[in-house]
């Protein structure tokens, strides 16, 4: 049985992965030096940090359910041992690196260092374990396809040179 503080902290957390699909794609500010990736990658870490707290919440609620997706463990998704692996990877070339603060913030023109990566990872996870509906892939779908219409014109108005 769901409580209303699991049954909130998943719709948070669903909120926070359709906000990251919707906005941050579009999202540009024409007034900064650098147009795009740091204030996107801003913008994902800020919202994963919330969808991460409504994990949390939400997995605290469910117990040893949560790690189980369709009646089978997360070990058992196709994803999950590349992803493992991969965050892994991340973390010991992190741990290991020459500037171990420049690999976990990244550059300061691009930002996209290895907290970016698990801000990446905690969208993921929440999508993962907590989209079981039709309706939820659904909205899903509808997200993507909404943020694709303005980034698909900018592309175009760029091609025309407007």
């Not at 699909?21 to 994902?44: C, G, H, M």
């Not at 041992?81 to 023109?109: E, I, M």
Request: glycine share 4%; charged share 15%.
């Amino acid at each position: 049985m769901r409580s209303k503080a699991s049954a909130t902290a998943a719709a948070l957390a669903e909120a926070g992965w359709l906000a990251v699909l919707t906005a941050v794609p579009v999202l540009f500010n024409i007034q900064s030096d650098r147009v795009f990736e740091p204030d996107k990658i801003f913008l994902l870490r800020a919202i994963s940090a919330v969808i991460c707290a409504a994990l949390v919440v939400w997995g605290v609620e469910q117990g040893r359910a949560a790690l189980t997706v369709a009646e089978r463990p997360l070990s058992r998704l196709p994803l999950f041992k590349p992803v493992l692996l991969l965050t892994a990877t991340y973390g010991l070339s992190t741990a290991l690196s020459v500037a171990p603060t420049t690999s976990w913030w990244g550059s300061y023109d691009r930002v996209q260092g290895t907290y970016t990566y698990l801000s990446c990872i905690v969208v993921f996870v929440a999508f993962v374990m907590l989209a079981r509906t039709r309706c939820q892939i659904e909205r899903v779908v509808s997200a993507v396809l909404l943020a694709s219409f303005p980034v698909s014109a900018y592309a175009v108005i760029q091609h025309f040179g407007l």
